[in-house]
């Protein structure tokens, strides 16, 4: 039998600012998902946040998008929203764009990874969740564990690693995709995913069978919304071992805190500071970036675990590092490269003032209009 993990994520309100969810939040989400467990619509579940975004971890065997589980977290979030709006946290229902649900999540706001399975006799699975950033926040990491054999020792050493992987890349601008294969592919690969707003790894597989190693929410709320509603703050499911990145190579992705794009008010580039549950709280200038990972074995639709798997010492560099780099860009104020560059700020309420100067402006002679604006999210025009 197959086992589905769906992990279904949203932002529905947060305590004192966009800073972390209120436990009675948590409380009801909870109600909801073990109501659903003891109707067997799923079988095991866990709930978490990093920052402000709920996150829903649940296990079934009614495969991937089904309406069900969907419904089930729509709930979760709706009853959640609610609370937060009792309680007067700030922007409660925030990343619920719409008031009805029909069929699944997708488009309505909520962040989805989900996989269907067959379990191995072991399965050790990690899940990453950030806040303050997007989905191709992932690109990086997800990069060097599949493809990178500095990170991953496996790609050299391990003959089921040793054949490579196929990514699927999303352009989430032209809702198209494309698959490429590594190691032969790399360099294409990477020609399109160093641009990590438009191209998001979404999904990557082992080459030899096919077997599907990871996912990643891939939901951009702006494009969605068309304006500014906060950041889409992705997840990332990964299998680990026998065959598969180990669970060391996966957490060894996240070493190095790269810059992403979020931060304070969706608007900055900023570090990827990986920390524990504990401190998977928004706070310096409404960060920096936060990631999370927990570990567990799925067994016959059981959740083992978890584990916390940035609490622990051995990331203290990376996490110094990050408040380094977090002084570093600060020091940039609004200036770029620390804000971002102009397409992507076209989905922040920076339109909104650059609209009112418009009329401030006044037709220089000799000089001629360049084809295009660089305020234009389609940077291929
Ligand atoms: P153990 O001997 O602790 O199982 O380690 C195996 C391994 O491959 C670690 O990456
Ligand atoms: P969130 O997407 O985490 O709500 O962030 C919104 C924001 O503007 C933070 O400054
Ligand atoms: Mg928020
Ligand atoms: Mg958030
Ligand atoms: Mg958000």
């Given at each position: 039998m197959k086992t589905t993990l769906s992990v279904i994520k949203a932002d529905i309100g947060s305590l004192a600012g966009h800073h972390t969810v209120h436990p009675d939040t948590m409380a009801v989400a909870n109600r909801v998902l073990a109501e659903a467990k003891r109707s067997g619509v799923i079988s095991d579940y866990y709930i978490t946040h990093v920052g402000d975004d709920l996150e829903l971890i649940m296990t079934h065997?009614?495969?991937?998008?089904d309406p069900k589980v969907h419904e089930t977290a729509w709930n979760a979030f709706k009853e959640a929203a609610k609370v937060a709006k009792d309680l007067g946290?700030?922007?409660?229902?925030?990343?619920?764009?719409?008031d009805s649900f029909s069929?699944?999540?997708?488009?309505?706001?909520p962040g989805v990874a989900e996989m269907e399975f067959e379990e191995r006799q072991s399965e050790p699975i990690a899940i990453f969740m950030a806040d303050?950033?997007?989905?191709?926040?992932f690109n990086l990491p997800i990069y060097k564990l599949f493809a990178d054999p500095f990170n991953t020792a496996g790609l050299v050493i391990d003959p089921a690693l040793h054949n490579g992987f196929r990514f699927d890349v999303l352009d989430v601008y032209e809702g198209e995709s494309v698959t490429f294969t590594t190691p032969e592919e790399s360099y294409d690969l990477l020609a399109l995913i160093g641009t990590t707003g438009r191209y998001v790894v979404r999904r990557v597989w082992r080459?030899?069978?096919?077997?599907?190693a990871s996912t990643v929410s891939i939901e951009r709320l702006n494009l969605m919304a068309?304006?500014?509603?906060?950041?889409?703050?992705p997840v990332m499911v990964v299998r680990l071992q026998h065959g598969l990145p180990a669970l060391g190579e996966a957490l060894e992705a996240f070493s190095f805190p790269h810059l992403v794009a979020g931060w304070m008010r969706g608007s900055h580039y900023g570090p990827l500071m990986p920390v524990s549950q504990r401190d998977a709280r928004a706070t310096r200038f409404d960060g920096p970036p936060r990631l999370i990972g927990l570990g567990f074995n799925v067994k016959n639709g059981k959740l083992v675990g978890p584990s916390d798997?940035?609490?622990?010492?051995?990331?203290d560099n990376a996490r110094r590092l990050a408040s380094d780099v977090t002084d570093y860009m600060r020091?940039?104020?609004?200036?770029m490269p620390h804000r971002l560059e102009p397409a992507e700020m076209?989905?922040?309420?920076?339109s909104l003032v650059l609209e009112k100067l418009k009329g401030r402006f006044k037709k220089e002679e000799g000089l001629t209009k360049a084809k295009h604006s660089v305020y234009t999210a389609q940077s291929s025009e």
């Open positions: 065997s009614r495969g991937t998008l946290l700030y922007a409660a229902g925030q990343d619920l764009l719409s069929g699944n999540v997708k488009g309505l706001g303050k950033t997007e989905p191709g926040a080459k030899q069978d096919d077997l599907l068309g304006k500014y509603v906060g950041k889409d703050d798997l940035f609490d622990d010492p051995a990331f020091r940039h104020g609004p200036f076209e989905y922040t309420t920076l």
